[in-house]
């Protein structure tokens, strides 16, 4: 039973966001979805479906920013974080000392939210995977909970959150030292979201191919070169470990990036690879991270690509 409920406010309605936002109205918690990229004054109500193992729906009030005066609860960003920067001052007026909790992949994904003086932020490192089938439909798999922790905030409210956010679908939990888990799967991350879009193929790859899991080890150990640097010190049979297992449970799903360029919608590719890239300059190891630049720069121009010749069709 849970003593004080507090409404909870997602932003970004994709694939996270829809899916979340079921989970937690099923468990009976108070669940607003909030539109991330477009703010045209409208509110309604959508009927989600969540296939997973046993098939879920439910029916979500989504509203767009300058319908609410104040977000007092929880609010949750499921938002692709290139718009970060931009929703942090949107928010900013907002959210009060409301806790802000980042679901987002991504180095450095908080930065924006850190600069804008937010009372309390968190961040969650996810091992779900969700995809769109149709229109408010999706095809959700835990892969396994997903840890949340303080990067800016107290113990007593991480716990508060947990609770509030944890389901039987969709878990989470504490987790103390955040840092290290952001760093683990940013570095999975650099691996799925370069090599599935640029082979055109979907997660399970890793278990099926050895030449590709021989790639993901030459980017593991390129990332970990920077992160020992920034005093994060992982174990690369570990994080290969993780790789496999997201790999076996993620079997036939299409990671965000490659669902971005299908989509013809820029990727988060800055914020993996190429942030890692950028670290690398900076602490002069430009020539040791060569494979994962490359591999970044080349996602970079496909999805440049891709949105080019989308608008040029379009016109014509
Ligand atoms: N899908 C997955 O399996 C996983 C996703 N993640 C991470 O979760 C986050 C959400 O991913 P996912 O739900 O898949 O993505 P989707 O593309 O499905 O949805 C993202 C939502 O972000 C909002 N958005 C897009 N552009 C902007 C912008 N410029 N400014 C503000 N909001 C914007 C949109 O919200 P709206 O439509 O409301 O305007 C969009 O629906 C990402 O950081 C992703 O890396 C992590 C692990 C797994
Ligand atoms: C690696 C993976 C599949 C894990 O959840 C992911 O982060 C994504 O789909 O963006």
């Not at 409404?7 to 108070?30: D, M």
């Not at 999706?138 to 396994?144: A, E, L």
Request: charged fraction near 25%; hydrophobic fraction near 40%.
């Amino acid at each position: 039973m849970l003593h004080s409920q507090r409404q909870i406010y997602i932003v970004g309605t994709g694939s996270i966001g829809k899916a979340l936002a079921v989970f937690l109205k099923l468990e009976g918690r108070k669940v607003t979805l909030v539109r991330g990229s477009m703010d045209d004054g409208s509110s309604t109500t959508e009927e989600i479906w969540i296939e997973s193992e046993e098939n879920h729906y439910a029916s979500i009030p989504i509203v767009t920013l300058s319908t609410i005066k104040t977000m007092e609860g929880i609010v949750v960003l499921a938002t692709k974080s290139y718009g970060n920067k931009q929703l942090a001052v949107s928010l900013k007026e907002k959210t009060g000392s409301s806790p802000i909790v980042l679901l987002q992949n991504g180095l450095h994904i908080e930065q924006a939210f850190l600069l804008q003086n937010f009372p309390e932020l968190y961040r969650c490192v996810l091992f779900v995977t969700s995809q769109s089938v149709s229109s408010n439909r999706f095809r959700f798999k835990p892969v396994s909970v997903c840890p949340v922790g303080i990067v800016k905030g107290s113990v007593g409210k991480l716990y508060h959150i947990v609770q509030q956010l944890d389901t039987r679908n969709f878990g989470f939990k504490s987790e103390k030292n955040i840092q290290q888990i952001i760093w683990k799967k940013v570095i999975v991350n650099c691996v799925f979201n370069s090599v599935c879009p640029l082979l055109e193929t979907d997660n399970g790859i890793f278990v099926r191919n050895d030449e590709a899991r021989r790639i993901a080890r030459r980017i593991i150990s390129e990332c970990l070169l920077v992160a020992e640097q920034e005093g994060i010190i992982l174990n690369s049979k570990d994080i290969e470990k993780s790789l496999l297992q997201i790999s076996k449970s993620s079997e036939g799903q299409f990671i965000s990036t490659l669902q971005d360029i299908r989509n013809n919608r820029k990727t988060e590719i800055e914020t993996l690879n190429l942030e890692i890239a950028r670290m690398a300059k900076g602490l002069k190891m430009v020539q040791r991270c060569r494979e994962t630049n490359l591999l970044g720069t080349l996602i970079k121009l496909k999805a440049e690509i891709k949105v080019e010749e989308h608008s040029k069709s379009i016109m014509t």
